[in-house]
């Protein structure tokens, strides 16, 4: 079973402060998907990385995508009451067509 | 309309009860997935189908069964349901290939006493 850790799995910051998740395994990934879930509904995708070393910006969000293609971050500025929620990274092994999951980074912003 | 519909929304259900979890897609892509989420262990695979002649298991499957029905609906049974599927059901719809993402659902919230 290949085993996707994210950390930390609670994370509690001041409205204003710079925060970083991440996400890592021990075999490498095709790609690798970023979701934010919030109570009550299904996770929302956020962005995709497939090359390594690839860094993507979605307003004050930074994703970036490991060299080795085994690891990623999410990197949030000026985290905002908005930003509240589940982040879920996913990845596609090499050789298997599915989304394996972790098991997730719960974020509060406090006002 | 949301692009993946899931039906019901909640369920209450007594052990040994046999429930059918609906889901139905507009986004005209041929992969579904069925997903399973509790607290501390994400998101795991149940099944999944790749058009509506495939049919596949995923990481945890025994206990349920699938039908795809056409290719925008897929559907989850709990035979005879337990205590510990109580839980909280994605249906997710996807393009092919690594740079697409999932669509999910709103999610089934089963609970089974």
């Known amino acids: 079973t290949q085993l996707l850790e994210q950390s930390p799995q609670f994370l509690s910051i001041q409205e204003g402060e710079n925060l970083t998740v991440y996400c890592n395994s021990s075999s490498v990934f095709s790609s690798l998907q970023w979701y934010r879930q919030e109570p009550g509904e299904g996770p929302v995708l956020l962005v995709t990385?497939?090359?390594?070393?690839e860094v993507k910006k979605l307003k004050r969000l930074t994703f970036q995508f490991g060299d080795a293609r085994k690891d990623s971050s999410l990197h949030i500025t000026a985290a905002q009451p908005g930003d509240t929620g589940l982040y879920l990274c996913a990845g596609i092994y090499f050789g298997n067509e599915k989304l394996t999951f972790g098991t997730g980074t719960r974020l509060t912003i406090i006002p | 309309d949301a692009d993946v519909t899931q039906t019901p929304r909640n369920r209450i259900t007594k052990t040994g009860k046999r429930i059918m979890l609906e889901c139905s897609q507009t986004?005209?892509?041929?992969?579904m997935y069925w997903y399973r989420q509790d607290p501390g262990l994400g998101l795991r695979l149940i099944y999944y189908?790749?058009?509506?002649?495939?049919?596949n298991k995923g990481e945890i499957s025994d206990g349920y069964s699938v039908s795809r029905q056409a290719q925008a609906k897929f559907s989850l049974s709990l035979e005879s349901a337990i205590p510990n599927q109580t839980a909280l059901y994605f249906c997710a719809t996807s393009a092919p290939g690594r740079k697409y993402g999932y669509t999910f659902g709103s999610g089934t919230r089963l609970t089974v006493v």
């Open positions: 189908s790749f058009d509506v002649k495939d049919i």
């Open positions: 990385v497939v090359t390594g070393g």
């Open positions: 986004k005209g892509h041929d992969r």
